[in-house]
């Protein structure tokens, strides 16, 4: 079944037909080249093939001979129909002014701040005045349908992602995650594309997808875009950046650098109550984190034209963060029914990091005809470094002050090496003249290594315990073959695709002398089916079954230790995810959307807590949870109630539900849960460019796994104004009322626990960005080959 499986993806593209080939010239009565005039044959009303004219020359390729009808058009010109006859070896084109010129004419449009496409949903940052001026991480948690959950972590339409810049993603944990999207002002940021349905063209990891498309500047010749910005919270932050591209000839070269420097307040209030039976104690701490970071992003690449069909490529992208941290926590542990403390703990915590990923690229692309076929090929090498030395020193008191016992101190450096390697082809062509196929192969190859040592910190000279000390090491290598077809046969539109993949992975830890190896071949099918009802209405049915394989810091297991006595390891026993998801829609005008969905995760894993009542233990690991389901229905819906208002509006009713065995028990949760976000733009003064907007959401209470998540909201305000005529101010207020905090809690058989944490989100930032250069063409977006590795990185 795999052999035939392979020989089917692998074959399915290649069926190169004979081509006629046709070249030719389009000029004006004067006999001057025309650049940019559209040239097209038709035959018996379908579409043939066509071509854009190149200073004057063009090309074209068609499957057969004989009659053929020729267009071509050029605003300012009449447009040119005639009949021609084929095979014929040249053509030339005279087109004639039309007698009416056109005056001055300003055309300006703007995308809409939502979109909604077949496969995911658009997030136009750069038309959102509320998600401008802070960092990439600001505007992506005011994307519809994205939520962001306790440690940081992301969900999208309440399901797992992976996070992509320009289509190629990020290989962090969660806190490097939260500090590289920081340091990405948002005003370099484009869109962000929540993609909840991956197509066969992605890689089959993660429940959903988040691409955030960076601006591109566009021009031949010079053009660049410069951006800057100031937040304001409880300390300073400042942002600078710049974008450009340079376009001539057969050469362009593109690329962008931002600079962030971050100063962060968190607070937590923790508590836990260990109900030791004869010997209960209840523990509560306040926590005080401050964290600053200096985050650069570049990103530098160059296209060459070898010829009118063929490019190769070349692309640095790179990340590099230094950034320390101090944080206070004050514990009280009071026992029995006693309201007064019996100690005090006072732990001090600090932290120094960095680091550092670069990724290569090379790239080759052939457009074999103007039918749509074309060859691409990309070759990936990404290293990534990481050190974090950590100092903690714990002392206990008794209510008079006096010592409870000795003071604790460790020395905790930790390093990280990931080492990427990976390459892919992809072959797209054209079957019927309707569809469109796309085919490709992908290997990728991943080695990491992870240091961790541990230093008793109490004497002159730190003592290394190697029974709490690791070194681990992790492989993985994935092969896939994909393929994907889409097309539209009367009123009804198809996309589908298969993705097969075989991994084999190898994890050893040295301290706990256990190997885990896995070796497993999966399927991945998605489909999306649209039906035309009317040409206002339309049905919508998709389906997607993906994999979600644990990141690297989930499977290492090295303590980062809190306090003396609370922690969070990794687990190398680790079981990859399976997500089903099916969704069926109804859209009217384009725009007034409802869906309903279900979609279910098997083995999920995630953070679970484990509560140690005799030793009065608290620590944080990482386990397989068994069963995790939504089903619920999702409308969206944009209003105009007055010419110089709109409004975007969403809202989500949702079923959960969590099923696993856990420790010596089990669980069988259910929560009806909703959720809402309205966008509002105002328009103030539209010819001094003046706008405003309004932004709100709320979530209410839910659950993931063992944990009882308290509702959260936001509501955020902004106002834009335009000037210099290429350059804009935008001022923001973020979380006004101080609602996007996380309440968690955990009361699962004999634990009982929970967390309070609010961090720097109610702040107010000040940004400027303007732009020069000529408008005229994109500067290349590359998709390489190492798209699902880079996420899973620590």
């Known amino acids: 079944m795999k052999k035939l499986l392979i020989m089917f993806i692998l074959n399915l593209p290649f069926l190169l037909i004979a081509q006629t080939r046709i070249k030719g010239m389009v000029t004006d009565r004067s006999g001057n080249p025309l650049d940019a005039v559209t040239i097209a044959l038709s035959q018996q009303n379908y579409a043939a093939t066509y071509a854009l004219a190149d200073s004057g020359r063009f090309t074209m390729n068609t499957k057969s001979s004989g009659s053929f009808t020729l267009t071509a058009t050029l605003i300012g010109y009449k447009p040119v129909i005639k009949s021609i006859t084929l095979p014929k070896d040249t053509l030339l084109i005279i087109m004639e002014e039309n007698a009416k010129?056109?005056?001055?004419?300003?055309?300006?449009?703007?995308?809409?701040?939502?979109?909604?496409?077949?496969?995911?949903?658009?997030?136009?940052?750069?038309?959102?005045?509320?998600?401008?001026?802070?960092?990439?991480?600001?505007?992506?948690?005011?994307?519809?349908?994205?939520?962001?959950?306790?440690?940081?972590?992301?969900?999208?339409?309440?399901?797992?992602?992976?996070?992509?810049?320009?289509?190629?993603?990020?290989?962090?944990?969660?806190?490097?995650?939260?500090?590289?999207?920081?340091?990405?002002?948002?005003?370099?940021?484009?869109?962000?594309?929540?993609?909840?349905?991956?197509?066969?063209?992605?890689?089959?990891?993660?429940?959903?997808?988040?691409?955030?498309?960076?601006?591109?500047?566009?021009?031949?010749?010079?053009?660049?875009?410069?951006n800057s910005g100031y937040t304001q919270a409880t300390y300073g932050s400042y942002n600078a950046g710049a974008i450009f591209n340079y376009r001539k000839d057969k050469l362009n070269v593109f690329g962008s650098y931002n600079y962030s420097n971050r100063d962060k307040d968190y607070k937590e209030t923790d508590f836990v109550n260990y109900n030791t039976p004869g010997n209960p104690s209840f523990w509560n701490s306040d926590v005080v984190n401050h964290r600053k970071s200096a985050v650069n992003n570049y990103k530098l690449g160059a296209d060459y034209r070898l010829s009118k069909n063929q490019v190769i490529g070349f692309l640095v992208t790179g990340y590099n963060a230094a950034g320390n941290g101090h944080s206070e926590t004050n514990t009280s542990v009071a026992g029995g029914s006693n309201a007064t403390p019996d100690s005090l703990l006072h732990t001090i915590t600090n932290s120094k990091s960095n680091t550092t990923q670069i990724g290569f690229n090379a790239n080759y692309t052939l457009k074999i005809d103007t039918t749509g076929k074309s060859l691409t090929v990309d070759f990936d090498y990404l290293p990534f470094r990481?050190?974090?030395?950590?100092?903690?020193?714990?002392?206990?008191?008794?209510?008079?002050?006096?010592?409870?016992?000795?003071?604790?101190?460790?020395?905790?450096?930790?390093?990280?090496?990931?080492?990427?390697?990976?390459?892919?082809?992809?072959?797209?062509?054209?079957?019927?003249?309707?569809?469109?196929?796309?085919?490709?192969?992908?290997?990728?190859?991943?080695?990491?290594?992870?240091?961790?040592?541990?230093?008793?910190?109490?004497?002159?000279?730190?003592?290394?315990?190697?029974?709490?000390?690791?070194?681990?090491?992790?492989?993985?290598?994935?092969?896939?073959?994909?393929?994907?077809?889409?097309?539209?046969?009367?009123?009804?539109?198809?996309?589908?695709?298969?993705?097969?993949?075989?991994?084999?992975?190898?994890?050893?830890?040295?301290?706990?002398?256990?190997?885990?190896?896995?070796?497993?071949?999966?399927?991945?099918?998605?489909?999306?089916?649209?039906?035309?009802?009317?040409?206002?209405?339309?049905?919508?049915?998709?389906?997607?079954?993906?994999i979600q394989r644990p990141e690297y810091f989930r499977l290492n297991p090295f303590k980062t230790y809190v306090t003396p006595y609370s922690f969070v390891e990794g687990n190398p026993a680790l079981q990859p995810s399976f997500v089903q998801n099916i969704e069926l829609g109804y859209t009217w005008k384009k725009q007034y959307n409802i869906t309903g969905y279900y979609n279910v995760t098997h083995d999920m894993f995630t953070y679970a807590t484990v509560q140690d009542n005799v030793d009065h233990?608290?620590?944080?690991?990482?386990?397989?949870?068994?069963?995790?389901?939504?089903?619920?229905?999702?409308?969206?819906?944009?209003?105009?109630?007055?010419?110089?208002?709109?409004?975007?509006?969403?809202?989500?009713?949702?079923?959960?539900?969590?099923?696993?065995?856990?420790?010596?028990?089990?669980?069988?949760?259910?929560?009806?849960?909703?959720?809402?976000?309205?966008?509002?733009?105002?328009?103030?003064?539209?010819?001094?460019?003046?706008?405003?907007?309004?932004?709100?959401?709320?979530?209410?209470?839910?659950?993931?796994?063992?944990?009882?998540?308290?509702?959260?909201?936001?509501?955020?305000?902004?106002?834009?104004?335009?000037?210099?005529?290429?350059?804009?101010?935008?001022?923001?207020?973020?979380?006004?009322?101080?609602?996007?905090?996380?309440?968690?809690?955990?009361?699962?058989?004999?634990?009982?626990?929970?967390?309070?944490?609010?961090?720097?989100?109610?702040?107010?930032?000040l940004s400027f960005s303007y732009k020069f250069g000529k408008n005229v063409k994109d500067a290349k977006k590359r998709e390489t080959s190492n798209e699902d590795e880079k996420k899973r990185a620590h």
């Open 101 to 226: 010129q056109l005056g001055m004419v300003t055309i300006s449009a703007a995308r809409p701040v939502i979109e909604r496409k077949i496969d995911r949903v658009v997030f136009n940052v750069e038309n959102s005045i509320v998600a401008s001026g802070g960092s990439a991480w600001d505007a992506m948690t005011k994307a519809p349908g994205v939520q962001l959950n306790s440690g940081n972590t992301l969900a999208a339409d309440k399901k797992n992602v992976t996070v992509y810049v320009d289509d190629r993603p990020l290989h962090l944990s969660a806190d490097e995650l939260t500090t590289y999207l920081q340091g990405l002002p948002s005003d370099a940021v484009s869109k962000i594309e929540v993609i909840t349905n991956p197509p066969a063209k992605y890689d089959a990891e993660g429940g959903a997808i988040i691409n955030i498309v960076t601006k591109k500047s566009k021009s031949d010749g010079l053009n660049v875009t410069l």
């Open 386 to 546: 990481s050190t974090n030395r950590q100092f903690l020193d714990n002392y206990s008191f008794l209510p008079d002050g006096s010592p409870a016992s000795a003071p604790y101190h460790i020395y905790t450096p930790t390093t990280q090496g990931i080492n990427i390697y990976s390459g892919k082809a992809d072959y797209t062509s054209k079957l019927f003249k309707r569809w469109t196929l796309t085919s490709g192969i992908k290997y990728s190859s991943i080695k990491t290594d992870n240091t961790f040592n541990y230093f008793n910190n109490a004497g002159a000279v730190p003592v290394l315990a190697s029974n709490q000390s690791d070194h681990f090491t992790y492989t993985e290598n994935t092969a896939a073959l994909y393929t994907s077809i889409n097309g539209t046969v009367g009123n009804w539109t198809f996309q589908g695709g298969l993705r097969g993949e075989y991994t084999n992975s190898r994890g050893f830890s040295a301290t706990l002398d256990s190997l885990n190896k896995r070796s497993y071949f999966k399927l991945f099918p998605t489909a999306y089916v649209i039906y035309k009802l009317n040409d206002n209405s339309d049905l919508q049915l998709t389906y997607s079954y993906r």
């Open 617 to 765: 233990l608290l620590y944080t690991t990482q386990q397989n949870l068994g069963f995790s389901s939504n089903a619920g229905v999702r409308l969206s819906a944009p209003f105009n109630p007055a010419g110089w208002w709109e409004v975007n509006a969403t809202a989500d009713f949702s079923r959960q539900t969590e099923r696993s065995a856990y420790l010596q028990g089990s669980y069988d949760y259910h929560k009806l849960t909703f959720s809402g976000t309205v966008d509002q733009a105002f328009t103030i003064n539209k010819g001094a460019g003046l706008k405003a907007e309004l932004n709100a959401w709320y979530n209410t209470p839910h659950i993931a796994g063992i944990f009882d998540i308290a509702r959260t909201y936001d509501v955020s305000f902004g106002i834009r104004k335009t000037v210099f005529h290429d350059g804009t101010v935008k001022l923001a207020a973020s979380d006004i009322f101080y609602g996007n905090s996380f309440n968690v809690s955990s009361h699962y058989l004999n634990q009982d626990n929970g967390s309070l944490m609010k961090g720097d989100t109610r702040n107010i930032s």
